[in-house]
């Protein structure tokens, strides 16, 4: 009875006689929770080698403290003018609306302005007569009624806080429960040093570290890679429901944002006690962060490396060897190489290419934004991914599957039959020629046919088979169809057809209608016909293996933090119902595109110890008297008796299919551990890797 009788006492002084003093106190220790972000999980190419890791860096995060509002406004101007003075950007949303010198809307238009300000409810505006419609009214709201400015600051000074003020407010919720607010990231040790050596005037002001993205040589593989930045409104809005919140880094392109369920870690929380000052003085208890898992290609880092220089080397190349039909316009193109019996992709690239760490750089980086804006604005589209956006006619490189369709429906037979070239043929009402000799190849079998690349062959063979009998074998091999490959933004193409036709081109001269003579267009890889260098790839693997139609794919396995496999991808295949003979055949023609006397590409493989099987393709772009060149194509398998890789090659302008033959050398070379005096090249730059007319 006494201890009870003590204790009684004791809780009538605390609560009671001395309440309000104790509670003056508790509100000098606040307990703030803070985030402990995850490590976002490495990516690296088959065999280990890392492309995207983590690094350590520091942040600046603020929590609510008991400070007045002027004292939190001058707290706010000190901390900016800190970043400020050391260069460094602090996190700035309001000058995607706002503007300081000139004061503007940041090129918004007034409706997009007014929307933002009745879809931000934090900043006050309930309504619509107090609706801001110009920047010196918007300003002058938020100084003097939203974040009660003092009139000692310029206008200048005022801005710089309503900044810091307006990112707190995006995130309110947050910091009024107790939470942090990150103000910057990826801060320099200096400003650290000094926010820590005046913790003293930063009251709520922490100074924190966690894992920053890091990139190694990765302008090799830029598109298949892609790249991290914040994440945006529209993005925060559908995934808000996944945990993710306005702080957060998200991939925005390639692997990156294709594997991002696994690369993202999941943040744990910290619960931590601060003093009025903002310094921290214990932490009570925490949630770790769980790492997110690593993902592994299935790409060679030092094949992509030789692919990208090959490219660039052979289109600065093409354009300056001059010759017939060749402007000097060549300045892009893509490579694909993929395993013929599984379809992991060995190398993909795409030239002109870019540096991913530059969309890691903060505002302050000039130079890193320059670029940013070069990337967004440039008209040969670095950032754009032409193995698989790219859509390209395909030139003669289609010309094994016309010649897939004529055995199969049996127009033609692999040994007996024959094509007279004499120069000119009409079909359909519609005069062809031969482009190589005015008189003609002579009589043709399909293997000579094939060497030779001739068109009035495949011109006749095609009509004869038709467009429907074309259409359908293009479908059975994949040709004009997105080839499910997981990386994000895949174009499908179109393959030429009935209803492609009138799909394309209704409202023009016969509604769509379907011509003969259009028919023998298709039947060399022009008209309508537009595919991928990844299809392109896919199908002529299909013709290595025997007519397996792999499923392309760039994630090999995905393994988490504590090494157990989360995700490993199996080849699969559909079967094409093709005739053994047929492709034996095909096979046979394309061997001697490189090997035969009369070969199109046979000057760059004379010396190549294994058999390849190979087709040139060249592609016209526009009608005639354009001062443009064609479009330059080159597929092939090797071994061509055991097939184990298949590489694709596009140039854009690249004059003749001829002409890419180089880079799918250079990229078997490398495969096959082989060396060639002309493939070495100096490791390029990464302003090397983008290309400037």
């Known amino acids: 009875m006494v201890f009870f009788f003590i204790i009684v006492i004791r809780l009538v002084n605390l609560q009671i006689v001395e309440g309000e003093k104790y509670s003056n106190v508790s509100q000098k220790r606040l307990l703030k929770e803070s985030t402990v972000t995850a490590p976002r999980g490495k990516i690296m190419d088959r065999y280990g080698a890392p492309i995207a890791v983590n690094r350590q860096g520091f942040t600046v995060k603020i929590a609510k403290t008991d400070v007045k509002n002027d004292e939190f406004n001058e707290m706010l101007y000190k901390l900016a003018c800190i970043f400020e003075k050391n260069n460094k950007a602090y996190n700035d949303s309001l000058t995607k609306y706002l503007t300081f010198n000139p004061l503007s809307f940041n090129g918004k238009s007034l409706d997009d302005i007014v929307k933002w300000e009745k879809n931000e409810n934090r900043l006050g505006i309930t309504k619509e007569a107090d609706l801001q419609d110009t920047p010196e009214g918007l300003f002058k709201y938020l100084r003097n009624e939203k974040f009660k400015i003092a009139s000692t600051y310029n206008d200048e000074q005022a801005f710089k806080i309503m900044k810091l003020r307006y990112e707190i407010l995006i995130d309110n919720w947050n910091f009024t429960n107790g939470g942090t607010v990150l103000i910057a990231r990826d801060v320099e040790i200096g400003v650290i040093a000094e926010i820590e050596e005046r913790h003293h005037e930063f009251s709520g002001v922490i100074t924190d570290v966690e894992p920053m993205r890091q990139y190694l040589d990765a302008y090799y593989t830029a598109h298949v890679l892609g790249y991290v930045r914040a994440i945006n409104s529209e993005q925060l809005e559908s995934l808000k429901e996944e945990g993710y919140d306005s702080n957060d880094i998200i991939g925005q392109t390639g692997v990156e944002k294709s594997a991002e369920r696994y690369l ?72 694909v190489a993929i395993d013929v019996n599984t379809g992991e992709v060995l190398a993909m690239a795409s030239y002109p290419s870019f540096d991913p760490a530059v969309f890691l750089a903060g505002s302050e980086d000039k130079i890193a934004q320059q670029t940013i804006t070069f990337l967004n604005t440039d008209e040969n589209k670095p950032q754009f991914n032409r193995a698989i956006q790219g859509t390209y006619a395909p030139g003669s490189t289609f010309k094994p599957l016309t010649a897939i369709a004529a055995l199969e429906t049996g127009i033609i037979s692999p040994d007996n039959s024959k094509v007279y070239d004499g120069g000119k043929a009409n079909l359909g009402g519609k005069d062809f020629f031969c482009l190589e000799f005015s008189n003609g190849h002579g009589w043709l079998d399909l293997r000579k046919a094939m060497e030779t690349s001739c068109n009035i062959y495949f011109h006749d063979i095609g009509f004869r088979t038709g467009i429907d009998n074309l259409a359908k074998w293009g479908d059975y091999f994949g040709l004009g169809k997105k080839t499910g490959i997981d990386l994000p933004s895949e174009y499908a193409g179109f393959m030429s057809s009935r209803e492609v036709k009138k799909q394309l081109h209704k409202g023009e001269k016969g509604e769509g209608n379907w011509y003969p003579a ?6 060399i890889g022009q008209f309508d016909n537009a595919f991928t260098p990844l299809q392109l790839v896919r199908y002529i693997s299909a013709i290595a293996n025997g007519g397996k139609l792999y499923k392309p794919y760039i994630v090999k396995r995905v393994i988490k933090y504590d090494g157990s496999i989360v995700n490993e991808t199996e080849p699969s295949f559909e079967q094409i119902p093709v005739k053994a003979s047929t492709i034996a055949a095909i096979k046979e023609g394309m061997v001697k595109v490189t090997s035969g006397i009369d070969g199109t590409a046979k000057n760059y493989f004379t010396d190549f110890p294994y058999a390849v099987a190979g087709k040139t393709g060249t592609a016209q772009t526009t009608g005639k008297g354009s001062a443009k060149s064609d479009n330059a194509l080159f597929v092939c398998y090797v071994p061509a008796d055991d097939p184990k890789i298949a590489v694709a090659v596009v140039v854009e302008r690249g004059v003749w299919g001829s002409y890419t033959a180089p880079i799918a050398r250079d990229i078997l070379d490398a495969y096959f551990g082989l060396t060639k005096a002309d493939t070495a090249d100096d490791t390029l730059k990464p302003e090397e890797a983008i290309f400037i007319p």
């Open 264 to 335: 993202r870690g999941k943040d744990g929380k910290k619960s931590i006690e601060v003093d009025v000052s903002g310094r921290l003085t214990e932490q009570q208890d925490s949630v770790p962060a769980i790492p997110g898992s690593d993902v592994v290609l299935t790409i060679d880092s030092n094949l992509q490396k030789v692919t990208v220089e090959s490219l660039k080397r052979n289109i600065d190349m093409i354009r300056t060897k001059g010759g017939k039909n060749n402007y000097g316009d060549a300045n892009s193109g893509a490579a």
């Open 518 to 523: 259009d028919t023998a267009q298709v039947a």
